[in-house]
């Protein structure tokens, strides 16, 4: 299964990237715990309240342009991040091939921090 979001945010791309790989801003919109190294190769583990625990590894990071996280349980899929600098902002285009669990739909907390 693929899941694919698009949202425009009213700020530059730096603002977005930072939402996107800051483990402290994550903690603020995706989980209650993030430990990530942003950097090609380096390494995320995010938990959650209810004690779930997600590990990933970054296969693409280009600042402020695109994103691409690996989840390691096998079969867990990716998601890949787009920012494109528009007129109004940011879009920002989540595409997700995770069969069970969804960054992309998590991405309302992260569009209301901008509202």
């Known amino acids: 299964m693929e899941v694919t979001r698009e949202i425009v945010f009213p700020v530059g791309p730096d603002e977005v990237w930072e939402a996107l790989t800051n483990p402290e801003q994550l903690e603020e919109w ?7 190294d942003p950097r090609e190769g380096g390494e995320g583990v995010f938990r959650w309240g209810d004690g779930a625990e997600r590990r990933a590894r970054v296969l693409v990071a280009e600042p402020n342009e695109r994103l691409v996280l690996d989840w390691d349980e096998e079969g867990e899929g990716e998601v890949e991040f787009t920012l494109e600098e528009v007129e109004a902002g940011t879009r920002l285009l989540v595409r997700e091939s995770t069969p069970q669990f969804s960054t992309a ?11």
Do not use: I
């Open 30 to 36: 995706f989980a209650n715990e993030v430990e990530l």
């Open 105 to 115: 739909l998590e991405l309302r907390a992260l569009a209301l921090a901008y509202a």
